[in-house]
C-alpha cells in the first residue's frame, strides 16, 4: 500500500499495488489500484476507497430525497432530484390516490403543482432506466416550509455523522427541525431566523471541513457560542 | 491598432529567445480550480500570456435525447476564443479552427474519463480562451483535466499537455505567438502521465525524424512536470483548509 | 421570434422565503433592499485588448474586452467612428446558456449597454476619423458573461465603462495622405461615464441588483442609465410584469441616486 487513512489524493494517483480489493472511487488496472477522484483514503481491511471531496448525487435505492416537481404527466410527476437523470413518481406511489385500484381514472392534477417540494424515497434505480419515487410513507410528502440549503451530495454522509451522531447535534443545539435530503437538499426550519442561521452556518462548515478532523468538537463549540451569544443580544 | 513590427531575432548569440529563456524552458504556469461558481467543475491556466478558462457541467441529462448513449455518458467539448482575446479582433462565431481543435481536444480526453459511470448523460466542457498567445490548445487540454478532476468526475488520470516546437533550425518548447508564426514546425502532445499513453499529438511544418524524437521527448517530459503542477493544485485547497482548522484545533487543545 | 421563457428553476418554497423575508425588509444574503453586492473590479488583465476589465458583482463574473480597429464609416456619418457592443452569454457561465449564436436575452443585454454608451455621447466618435468618408477607427466592445448570479445588465455595464476607461489608443497623424501610427500611447477619448442601473420589482418592493434567484422570482426589472451629469440616456423595462406610475418614478429617481458612488467605484479602480 502506497498511502495511508485519510490521505488526500488526486485522480489516477496509485495507491497500492498487489492482493488489495478495488473499493468505492478507484479503479484496477493490472494489478494496481487507482484513485478515481480527488478525495481522502479509506482502508478497510484489505479493500482500499476513496471519499470524493465533490461528485453529482447518483441514486440509491432508499435514499430519501427531496425533489422539485417540473412536470405533470398523465400518470404522475416528473421530479428533479439534482441527479444526472429525471425521477418518476407515479400517482399510484401517493398516499391518496394509492389506495384506490390502479383502473379508476383520477384527476391528480392538483395533488402536487410544478414548483412544489416533494420529499420521496427511491424506490428503484439501475443503469438502464431513471429513478422511480415514492411519497408513500411516514415523512413523506410535499414540503410546505423551511429554508431550502443546497449541499454537495457527497458531504451527506459527514452532515448526518455515525448512527446520525451530527446532525443530532446541530438539531439539539440550535432546537431546529432539519431535513436531510441524501440528494443534497437539506431543509431547516427553525423556531426564530436565529435559530435557523445557527443551523445553516453549521451545515456550511461542515460542508467546507468534512475532510478534517475534529469536526465535532468545533461544530458543537461554534453552536454553543453562537446560540448563546444570540440569546445574550436579544 | 497596427505599428510596424520587424522581424525578430527568435534565438539570439547567447541561445536565448525573444522572452528570454532557454529552448528546452517552459513558460511559467500558474493554475487555480474552483473559479466559477455555477460551472460544476471549473479551472483557469495562465502560460505566459495565455490566459485560458475551462468550466464542466455534468453529469447530467443528455438534451436532446437522442445523443444519449446507453452504456456511458457523451463527452461534449466546446473549445472557443473571446473576440478580445487575439491581437487581431476575431468574430465570436465559431471558426473552423475552433471546430477542429474541439473535436482533437475531447479526443484528448476521452481516455481519461471513466464514462462508464454515467451511462444516457451528458458530461460538457467548455474552454473559453481570453487571451491567446501560442499553445492555447495545450494549455486548455491542462485545465480542462483540473476542471473535470474539480467536478468530481471519475477518471483513469488527468491529461497534461504542451507543445514543442522548431525555431531558427532548432528544437524549441513552447512556443510563442510569434515563435510559432515564424517558426518551421509546432508539435503539440497531450498525455496521461498516470500510464504514460498519449492522448493528442499533432504535427504541422517539417521535422527530420531525429528531430522528431528529440521534441517528442521533451514533450513527453514536460508534460510530467506539468502534471505535478495539477495534482498539486487540486489537493491544494483542502490541504489548505485542513492545516487551517487542524492548527487551530491543536492550538486551542494546548491552552486547555 | 420571441417565446415566453421556461419556468425558472427555483423551488415555489424558495421563492416563498425570498418573498416573506422581503416582507419584512429583509434579503437572504443581509443586504439592504437598495445596496449593492460586493464589487471588484480587475482593470487591464487582457494585454491584447486596447482596454479590459472583469467585474466581480457578488459571484456574477463578466469580462469585457474593447478592441480598436481601422475600418469604413457607415455612409450616413462619414466623419464617425463606430461603436459596436456584443455580448456573450457562453455556456461555461450558466447550465442555462447554450452554445451558439447570440439569442433574445444576449442581444437584449448588448444593445441596453451600447444605448448608454452611445446616447450619453460617452465616446467622441468624430475624433476617431481618420480619412472622412474612407477611414474610420471602429470600437469593439465584447462582453463575455463567465459567471451567471444575477444582475448582467448592470455588471456589464459597469465593466465596460471600466474597460473603455481603461484603453488606450496609438496616436495618430496624417502626413501625406497616409496614416501614420506613432508609438506613443493615449487614453482613449472618453467624454461621459454611463453606468446603467437595474431595479427588479418583486411583489409591491424594488430592489436594487437582484442575484439569479431573486431574477427568478420578481415580476418586471427597469433598467435605468445615467451619464456623469445625472442625466437620463436609456431605459429599458424587462419581464412580462408591470410598473405603475408611481414605481416608475420612484425607480428612476432610486437609479439616480446610486449611481454617482458606482461610478466613483469604478473611476478609482481604473486609476490604480
Known amino acids: ?234 | 491598432m497596427k505599428v510596424e513590427e520587424k522581424p525578430v531575432e527568435l534565438i539570439d548569440q547567447n541561445g536565448l529567445r525573444i522572452d528570454g529563456r532557454r529552448l528546452d524552458e517552459l513558460r511559467p504556469i500558474k493554475m487555480e480550480v474552483g473559479v466559477l461558481d455555477k460551472a460544476n467543475g471549473s479551472a483557469c491556466i495562465e502560460q505566459g500570456k495565455n490566459k485560458i478558462l475551462a468550466a464542466v457541467y455534468g453529469p447530467r441529462e443528455a438534451h436532446p435525447k437522442h445523443i444519449a448513449l446507453p452504456h456511458r455518458a457523451v463527452l461534449r467539448c466546446r473549445y472557443h476564443m473571446a473576440p478580445f482575446s487575439t491581437s487581431e479582433r476575431k468574430s465570436p462565431a465559431p471558426s473552423r479552427r475552433e471546430q477542429e481543435l474541439s473535436k482533437v481536444i475531447r479526443e484528448s480526453l476521452e481516455p481519461a474519463v471513466l464514462s462508464e459511470y454515467y451511462p444516457r448523460t451528458t458530461i460538457d466542457l467548455f474552454i473559453e480562451v481570453l487571451q491567446s498567445d501560442g499553445g492555447s490548445r495545450c494549455a486548455g487540454i491542462t485545465a480542462a483535466s483540473l476542471a473535470l478532476a474539480d467536478a468530481g468526475i471519475p477518471m483513469r488520470g488527468l491529461v497534461a499537455a504542451c507543445a514543442v516546437g522548431k525555431i531558427a533550425g532548432r528544437v524549441a518548447l513552447d512556443l510563442f505567438d510569434t515563435e510559432d508564426k515564424q517558426g518551421e514546425a509546432d508539435l503539440p502532445v497531450a498525455i496521461m502521465p498516470r500510464s504514460n499513453v498519449v492522448t493528442l499529438i499533432q504535427m504541422d511544418g517539417i521535422l527530420t525524424p531525429e528531430e522528431f524524437q528529440t521534441a517528442f521527448d521533451m514533450a513527453v517530459r514536460t508534460c510530467h512536470t506539468i502534471h505535478e503542477q495539477q495534482k498539486a493544485v487540486l489537493k491544494q485547497r483542502y490541504l489548505s483548509i485542513k492545516e487551517e482548522v487542524e492548527e487551530k484545533n491543536d492550538v486551542e487543545k494546548k491552552e486547555k | 421570434m420571441s417565446s415566453t421563457p421556461q419556468l425558472p428553476p427555483l423551488a415555489r418554497l424558495g421563492q416563498k422565503t425570498i418573498t416573506d423575508a422581503l416582507a419584512l425588509g429583509r434579503r437572504l444574503d443581509d443586504r439592504g433592499i437598495h445596496d449593492f453586492r460586493e464589487i471588484q473590479l480587475e482593470i487591464g488583465l487582457i494585454e491584447k485588448a486596447c482596454g479590459s476589465a472583469l467585474i466581480r458583482l457578488g459571484k456574477t463574473k463578466v469580462l469585457v474586452g474593447v478592441k480598436v480597429e481601422e475600418g469604413k464609416p457607415f455612409p450616413d456619418t462619414p466623419n464617425e467612428g463606430v461603436l459596436t457592443v456584443n455580448a456573450e452569454l457562453v455556456p461555461l457561465a450558466s447550465p442555462s446558456f447554450e452554445p451558439g449564436p447570440p439569442n433574445e436575452n444576449a442581444i437584449e443585454l448588448a444593445r441596453v449597454v451600447d444605448r448608454g454608451i452611445r446616447e450619453s455621447k460617452a465616446i467622441d466618435l468624430k475624433s476617431l476619423c481618420i480619412e472622412p468618408g474612407k477611414k474610420v477607427l471602429i470600437v469593439f466592445v465584447d462582453v463575455y458573461v463567465l459567471d451567471h448570479d444575477g444582475n448582467l445588465i448592470d455588471a456589464s455595464s459597469i465593466a465596460s465603462l471600466a474597460a473603455l476607461l481603461d484603453a488606450k489608443i496609438n496616436e495618430f497623424a496624417i502626413e501625406n495622405g497616409e496614416v501614420i501610427y506613432k508609438p506613443e500611447l493615449k487614453p482613449f477619448p472618453m467624454q461621459s461615464q454611463p453606468v446603467a442601473m437595474t431595479l427588479a420589482k418583486i411583489d409591491k418592493t424594488l430592489i436594487v441588483d437582484p442575484s439569479l434567484d431573486e431574477e427568478q422570482v420578481m415580476s418586471a426589472r427597469l433598467t435605468v442609465t445615467s451619464d456623469s451629469e445625472g442625466r437620463i440616456c436609456a431605459m429599458q423595462k424587462g419581464g412580462s410584469g408591470v410598473f405603475t406610475v408611481e414605481e416608475i418614478k420612484q425607480g428612476v429617481a432610486l437609479a439616480l441616486s446610486k449611481a454617482p458612488e458606482i461610478r466613483a467605484k469604478v473611476v478609482k479602480a481604473v486609476r490604480k
Open chain 1, 1 to 234: 500500500m502506497y498511502v495511508e487513512r485519510k490521505q488526500l489524493v488526486a485522480p489516477g494517483e496509485i495507491l497500492a499495488e498487489g492482493k488489495y480489493v478495488s473499493g468505492e472511487n478507484t479503479h484496477r488496472e493490472d494489478e494496481k489500484i487507482f484513485s478515481s477522484r480527488v478525495g481522502v483514503v479509506e482502508v478497510e481491511g484489505d479493500r482500499l476507497g476513496v471519499v470524493p471531496v465533490k461528485g453529482c448525487y447518483v441514486p440509491h435505492v432508499d435514499d430519501v430525497v427531496v425533489g422539485r416537481i417540473v412536470d405533470i404527466g398523465m400518470s404522475g410527476w416528473t421530479v428533479n432530484i439534482d441527479a444526472p437523470y429525471p425521477a418518476l413518481l407515479p400517482a399510484s406511489e401517493t398516499p391518496l390516490l394509492g389506495h384506490r385500484p390502479s383502473r379508476q381514472r383520477v384527476d391528480i392534477s392538483g395533488m402536487f403543482e410544478v414548483g412544489d417540494l416533494v420529499v420521496s424515497k427511491v424506490l428503484a434505480f439501475d443503469r438502464t432506466r431513471d429513478p422511480l419515487l415514492t411519497a408513500k410513507g411516514p415523512g413523506l410528502g410535499k414540503v410546505t416550509a423551511g429554508r431550502i440549503i443546497k449541499v454537495s451530495s457527497t458531504k451527506i454522509p459527514r452532515l448526518i455523522g455515525s448512527k446520525g451522531s451530527m446532525i443530532s447535534l446541530i438539531k439539539k443545539e440550535t432546537d431546529a427541525h432539519i431535513m436531510v435530503g441524501q440528494n443534497g437538499t437539506v431543509l431547516v426550519s427553525g423556531k426564530s431566523p436565529e435559530s435557523e442561521n445557527a443551523a445553516i452556518q453549521a451545515i456550511r462548515m461542515i460542508e467546507r471541513e468534512a475532510h478534517t478532523r475534529g469536526l465535532t468538537d468545533r461544530i458543537q463549540a461554534m453552536l454553543r457560542t453562537k446560540v448563546k451569544g444570540e440569546g445574550v443580544e436579544s
